[in-house]
């Protein structure tokens, strides 16, 4: 059984309901949901679901995209496993999930995946169902994080090759909301990172193999931190 509850830690507002409560609010009970991403005005409730996907006889779970909102009172499917609007062919599997400060759309990490190939692709998703694609459907990107100001997005592009010592190589790449102006920040395997606060650059860790004191190379992780191209008007 897997379900997700709503801790308020103060009497406040919850995200399904203008009255004002306290302590536990059970939000959903399919017993097939998890990893909740609340909105910033915290009047819509994001999640993960395999309700629709579960096989007792297989330890893989696809995710569906659903969301409960303060407005429906009730539960309400953004993505299906089938979706067209996403791919003529395949299975979506829905990971990452980051809200726009505005809590009017939200991008998330979509993986496809068939018989011969297997993509991941950044879209941007708003409350009413309408999905754009971020990134190109030739790159495999993955794990997208909005800017506090919503005026930029981070995320990862998979370089189809790898390093001599067989490692994959990441590009840690910043564009606007609508995938234009695409920037490299920074080419390894980059990791673990977060925007600024004042939305004008990134912290993250690199792994790298290079530290080389013995015969076998020594990894090494760093913490950098790098301003970014910033566009507001975007």
Known sequence: LITFLFLQCDKIKSPISSEW???K???????????PYISPDVK???????????????????????????????ERLLISKNDRDI???????????DWFPDSKSMIAEIRVSDIGYDKSEIWRIYLD????RITSPQNVAFHPTCSPDGAQIAFIIRDP???????????????????????????????????????KGLIYSKY????????WPRPHHCVRRCPVPYQKDW
């Open 161 to 199: 090759n790898t390093t001599p010592q067989g490692s994959p190589i990441w590009h840690l790449t910043v564009a606007n909301p609508d995938g234009s102006n695409e920037t490299l920040i920074e080419s390894g395997l980059c990791s673990d990172y977060t925007w600024t606060s004042d939305a």
């Open 44 to 74: 819509h409730v994001a999640f993960r679901s395999a309700r629709n996907t579960h096989n007792p006889l297989c330890s893989a779970i696809l995710s569906e995209l659903w969301i409960l909102s303060e407005y429906e009172k009730k």
């Open 21 to 23: 409560s306290e302590g």
């Open 129 to 132: 169902g309408k999905k754009e």
């Open 25 to 35: 609010i059970q939000l959903t009970s399919s017993g097939y949901d998890y990893q």
């Open 87 to 97: 791919t003529s062919q395949g299975i979506i599997d829905v990971f990452d999930i």
């Open 208 to 215: 790298d193999r290079t530290k080389n004191n013995h015969a």
